[in-house]
T-cell receptor, first 111, second 115 residues
Framework: DGGITQSPKYLFRKEGQNVTLSCEQNLNHDAMYWYRQDPGQGLRLIYYSQIVNDFQKGDIAEGYSVSREKKESFPLTVTSAQKNPTAFYLC??????????FGPGTRLTVT | ELKVEQNPLFLSMQEGKNYTIYCNYSTTSDRLYWYRQDPGKSLESLFVLLSNGAVKQEGRLMASLDTKARLSTLHITAAVHDLSATYFCAVDISYSGGGADGLTFGKGTHLIIQP
C-alpha cells in the first residue's frame, strides 16, 4: 500500500529530553513537510524539504531539527530548546507543485 | 507575509440547511486547498482549486475560487450530521517558483450539524 506513515502515534516525554518523530513515504514524492497543530488551531509549517540532503525552515523552526538523508524519510527532532513542544505533529509529502498528502500524525505530550 | 482567514470559526447548524464557509487570503495565489479533519485524526483532502473561477463539487460540498478577490468558498447544501468536522483552507504561493514551499492554513471552521 502506498502512503505516509508516522510513528509513534502517541509519545510521552519528560521536559528537557530530545525526541525524534518518524515520517516515511513510499509515494516517490520529492517534497516532504512537517507541520504542528495546537488545539483549536490551524497547521503551522516547521520545516520542509524539496530534495534529499536539503531542507528549509518554515514559520516556526526554532527548537526543531530535521534531516533528509533518503527520499523516503524525513525525521523531525524536537529538542529541549522548544518551549512548548506538546502538540499534534503532522508530516506531509508531495510532488513538486503537487497536492500535499498527510500522514496520520504523532501526538506528543511533554510533562 | 501570507495571511489566511476563515470565517466563521465555529458554526452550529441543523440538518437540511445550507451554509457557506469563507476563506480570504492576503497574497496573490491561484492554488488553494480544502481539507477536512475529524477529531483526533489527520487531514483528508477535499478539493484542489488551481485557477481563477475553479469550481469543484463532491456530494453536498462545493468549493470555488476567485483569485481576483483572493477568496474561496466552501458551500454546504442540505447538511447532514456526517459532515460535522473541522474544515481548513490552505494556500500555496510556491508554485510560481517551481518549488514546494509548504502551505499556509487558516485556523479552521469547526462545524457541528445537529439532527
Amino acid at each position: 500500500d502506498g502512503g505516509i506513515t508516522q510513528s509513534p502515534k502517541y509519545l510521552f516525554r519528560k521536559e528537557g529530553q530530545n525526541v525524534t518523530l518518524s515520517c516515511e513515504q513510499n509515494l516517490n514524492h520529492d517534497a516532504m513537510y512537517w507541520y504542528r497543530q495546537d488545539p483549536g488551531q490551524g497547521l503551522r509549517l516547521i520545516y520542509y524539504s524539496q530534495i534529499v540532503n536539503d531542507f528549509q525552515k518554515g514559520d516556526i523552526a526554532e527548537g526543531y531539527s530535521v534531516s533528509r538523508e533518503k527520499k523516503e524519510s524525513f525525521p523531525l527532532t524536537v529538542t529541549s530548546a522548544q518551549k512548548n513542544p506538546t502538540a499534534f505533529y503532522l508530516c506531509a509529502s508531495s510532488f513538486l507543485q503537487g497536492q500535499q498528502y498527510f500522514g496520520p500524525g504523532t501526538r506528543l505530550t511533554v510533562t | 507575509e501570507l495571511k489566511v482567514e476563515q470565517n466563521p470559526l465555529f458554526l452550529s447548524m441543523q440538518e437540511g440547511k445550507n451554509y457557506t464557509i469563507y476563506c480570504n487570503y492576503s497574497t496573490t495565489s491561484d492554488r488553494l486547498y480544502w481539507y477536512r479533519q475529524d477529531p483526533g485524526k489527520s487531514l483528508e483532502s477535499l478539493f484542489v482549486l488551481l485557477s481563477n473561477g475553479a469550481v469543484k463539487q463532491e456530494g453536498r460540498l462545493m468549493a470555488s475560487l476567485d483569485t481576483k478577490a483572493r477568496l474561496s468558498t466552501l458551500h454546504i447544501t442540505a447538511a447532514v450530521h456526517d459532515l460535522s468536522a473541522t474544515y481548513f483552507c490552505a494556500v500555496d504561493i510556491s508554485y510560481s517558483g517551481g518549488g514546494a514551499d509548504g502551505l499556509t492554513f487558516g485556523k479552521g471552521t469547526h462545524l457541528i450539524i445537529q439532527p
